[in-house]
């Protein structure tokens, strides 16, 4: 089945600096990949998604990257601000099969 | 996106009784409810997938007799932790998905068993 590796488990970055979420997966045929923002206690959010038939996807501040050929997708933020400290997952789908998460990653933003 | 409301968002019993929590999609028909489990910093667990009139498919390690779930109707799925103990104290989140659409999660439940 699917697998999903996440990194980094912990990011701390300066307020207007750019975060970089990275994320693997093993199962050739996923072809859907969302994001995850979860703030404490509370649902997650998704905040941006990409489908296998796109390289790259961009909302605002939020980007999201894919590269097939080595099963990996990143999440950029950029001019970040203290409202974007939570955890993030990232997660792969293959085709008509459930979602599964990476373990997770927890941004800071420092002021 | 569409509105998936759980209920409760906290609840706290006894050991040894049975606790349901219910999943409900508010604007769209629910072909598929996902069940995830969360402990403290770490990730999503699923813990079982239903569709709609039948039975629910549990993960490995996830005893059915235990977590029994229901999925009636298009619009509700339920939870029932049964026996519950101390260490079935977790956060526990539902998912919904309709057709071609993704799945919206519910607001999560905690969960504290004494």
């Known amino acids: 089945g ?14 207007g ?5 990275k994320c693997t997966y093993s199962d050739s045929a996923s072809n859907y990949f969302p994001w995850y923002k979860q703030e404490l206690g509370k649902r997650p959010q998704l905040i941006i998604d990409i489908r296998s038939n796109v390289g ?3 909302d605002q501040r939020i980007a999201v990257t894919l590269n097939k050929t080595a099963k990996h ?8 601000q203290p ?3 939570a955890v993030y997952f990232c997660a792969a789908k293959p085709l008509a099969q459930k979602l599964v998460f990476g373990q997770g990653t927890r941004l800071t933003i420092n002021p | ?24 999609s508010l604007d769209f028909q629910a072909t598929t409810m996902f069940w995830y489990r969360q402990f403290p910093k770490q990730s999503l667990m699923l813990m ?9 498919t549990y993960e490995q390690g996830v005893e059915k007799d ?14 029932t932790v049964t026996s519950a103990h101390p260490e079935d104290s977790s956060f526990y989140i539902c998912s919904a998905k309709g057709g071609n659409t993704e799945a919206f999660f519910g607001q999560g439940t905690r969960l504290t068993v004494v």
Do not use: M, W, Y
Request: glycine share 4%; charged share 20%; proline share 2%.
């Open chain 2, 48 to 56: 079982a997938t239903s569709n709609e009139g039948s039975k629910a």
């Open chain 2, 66 to 79: 235990k977590f029994l779930i229901n999925h009636a109707s298009l619009t509700l799925s339920t939870l």
């Open chain 1, 83 to 85: 409202e974007d400290s």
């Open chain 1, 73 to 80: 997708f990143s999440l950029h933020i950029t001019e970040t």
């Open chain 1, 2 to 15: 699917e697998n999903v590796e996440q990194h980094p488990s912990t990011l701390s970055v300066q307020e």
């Open chain 1, 17 to 21: 600096d750019s975060a970089v979420i």
């Open chain 1, 56 to 58: 790259e996807k961009k």
């Open chain 2, 1 to 24: 996106g569409a509105v998936v409301s759980q209920h409760p968002s906290r609840v706290i019993c006894k050991s040894g009784t049975s606790v349901k929590i219910e999943c409900r």
